[in-house]
């Protein structure tokens, strides 16, 4: 049923023309199931039915109220009028057609909807995947002068709570063969505060704390820490890390204009010392095969610097059964005495 309850018993009157040939004559106009019914006004026979949803007014917001059913789809002309003074029937007959209409699909309004709903979706996918992809494609195409760029602004923010790197000429000496010997840093520094393990910044730049060389006894020991950091930063490239933490606009700024602000990575030396006093790795049996690999290929025995970090753990201890060395000097020490005894004095000025 199409027509609402309470205009089901509606009539009134109106003037009714079947065409344009026709003479109009009075009629009485009912509501039906979904029609009006034009009903001659004297023998109250039924001329015609109209359908509700196929009804058009002709002059809106005038009285009286022209009515005409819609257009035949052939496209004939269709002349039949009704015409209506009853304000309520015409009110009641607009009413319904609105409560018809509000039912109709609307291609246009779904195709809108659709149109908002998929913009919205891709919004919060550029929202949560854009800046993350956009980070990795610049860390990809990043030339390396603008990594080395980075890791010495990272150093620079990171010095401002360990001090300044420690030099003197036998130490620097040290540090480039220990670099050297690696072949996984270009640039290594000493820091005397703050710092006590290592941090591999952008650049093949890494950071050594000075703890972590009056404490050990063998050389061993650093650069098993260097490897580490080395196999972390393949896994996860410190430029990208630094993009990271400094944001969105940093890593646009430097695919645009190959620089990123300074102020941008103001607070990032706090960020990389945040956690650095439990330096003991969590080894699965990837990473650990990766890292004794690591180990073989620059020929350093792993056995020290396993019992430097933890000489009770279960990967720890698969570290000192599968050195490559068993515990052993390798055959090329990874520093000599007197560039050892240079490293952990570099500070003493």
């Not at 390396?144 to 620097?172: K, M, W, Y």
């Not at 009056?214 to 990208?240: F, N, R």
């Not at 007197?338 to 000025?349: F, P, R, V």
Request: aromatic share 6%; glycine share 8%.
């Amino acid at each position: 049923m199409t027509a609402l309850p309470e205009f089901q018993r509606l009539e009134c009157s109106g003037v009714w023309r079947e065409n344009a040939k026709t003479q109009r004559r009075d009629v009485i106009v009912s509501f039906g199931e979904a029609t009006i019914v034009i009903s001659d006004e004297r023998s109250a026979r039924a001329l015609t039915h109209w359908s509700l949803p196929a009804l058009t007014r002709l002059n809106p917001n005038q009285i009286p109220a022209r009515f005409a059913p819609s257009k035949p789809e052939d496209g004939a002309d269709q002349d039949e009028e009704l015409e209506i003074d009853d304000t309520t029937m015409i009110g009641a007959i607009e009413k319904v057609q609105a409560k018809i209409e509000s039912r109709r699909p609307h291609p246009g309004r779904l195709r809108t909807r659709i149109g908002m709903g998929t913009a919205g979706v891709f919004a919060l996918f550029a929202i949560l995947w854009l800046p993350g992809a956009t980070t990795r494609h610049v860390a990809d195409v990043a030339p390396f002068a603008n990594r080395i760029e980075l890791g010495h602004a990272a150093l620079a923010d990171l010095t401002t709570l360990t001090g300044t790197p420690c030099h003197s000429v036998q130490g620097d000496a040290a540090l480039a063969r220990l670099a050297e010997r690696l072949k996984g840093a270009d640039e290594i520094s000493i820091l005397p505060e703050a710092l006590n393990g290592v941090r591999r910044l952008p650049g093949r730049v890494v950071a050594v704390g000075l703890p972590l060389l009056v404490t050990q006894d063998t050389p061993e020991v650093v650069a098993g820490h260097i490897i580490t950091a080395e196999l972390e930063a393949e896994k996860q490239d410190p430029l990208v890390s630094l993009l990271d933490w400094a944001g969105f606009g940093a890593a646009f700024d430097l695919l645009t204009t190959g620089e990123v602000p300074p102020d941008s990575l103001r607070g990032y030396g706090e960020f990389l010392l945040r956690g650095m006093d439990n330096h003991t790795p969590k080894l699965d049996a990837v990473r650990l095969e990766a890292l004794l690999a690591e180990f073989a290929k620059v020929g350093v025995s792993s056995t020290p610097y396993a019992y430097s970090i933890d000489p009770t753990g279960e990967s720890v201890l698969s570290l000192i059964e599968a050195d490559p060395f068993k515990g052993a000097p390798a055959p090329e020490p990874v520093l000599e005495d007197s560039d050892w005894i240079a490293l952990q004095t570099i500070c003493d000025g």
